[in-house]
């Protein structure tokens, strides 16, 4: 009985874990492509800055959206260590370390998109700055946001690299979603480090989008969908590690 309520207890974890990555993967979906990429005007400060004075609260409900998915990774930081630990305890806690570190570098780098709301709230300890300005320094806010997001995410491609590993060391879990997550934690590490790296990474930037979106994508869905739908089975003899 012990070990079939063990079995069944990550059973329930498993599909938390699904549940959980559904949800990040909505809500940073909506808050990077449906709220950011639509207000966002690369190359027009003040076209930008008008969009987001006109959808302030479209751009409001995208902040809410990254925090429910940074506390949801916060949560998985532990689901997943708890799930995977019978696997190699101490990597499954490196792996929840750099899950994190990813979550907490991206609460701070919010405030990047607050200062944006601070800029345009037409404040009067604003008025001694110019439209061009004011517009000037959304930008460099929303750059700097930007630039914050891409360091998170070298931490969340560690994490998924090892969480990768463990995902195919497991006897619980197909081995071929720990290879798509192994896929994409390149794809996070290769995007990232090339913002720091290359120096005209905007001529480049879509294609490196290309890169870390499709194979993520495809990889955390897949593995979100199969915890969802099927959990986990595990054995008796892991059970009791």
Known sequence: MRHRS???SLSKVARIIGLLYLAIIISGIFAE????????????????????????GLFRLG????????????????????????????LSLLAAFFR?????????????????????????????????????????????????YSVGLIFFGIHCAILAYLLY??????????????????GYLIDSF????????????NIFTLV??????VGELSLCLWLLVKGVKVSEERSTI
């Open 169 to 186: 060391r497991s006897d619980f879990i197909p081995r071929i979603l720990g290879v798509l997550i192994g896929i994409a934690a390149l």
């Open 212 to 217: 870390v979106f499709l194979p993520a994508f």
């Open 63 to 90: 902040i809410a959206a990254d925090i429910i998915m940074i506390s949801c990774d916060v949560a998985l930081a532990l689901l997943f260590y708890i799930l995977l630990k019978p696997v190699n305890k101490s």
């Open 6 to 8: 063990v079995d069944l």
């Open 100 to 148: 994190l570190t990813q979550a907490a570098v991206l609460a701070v780098n919010l405030s990047n998109l607050f200062i944006v709301l601070q800029l345009l709230s037409g404040l009067d300890y604003l008025t001694g700055f110019s439209s061009i300005q004011l517009h000037a320094a959304v930008m460099l806010s929303i750059k700097a946001h930007a630039t914050g």
């Open 33 to 56: 492509f449906f709220v950011r990429q639509s207000l966002f005007v690369a190359a027009d400060a003040g076209a930008t800055a008008q969009n987001i004075i006109a959808s302030e």
């Open 194 to 205: 090339a913002q720091i790296l290359v120096t005209n990474y905007a001529n480049y930037q």
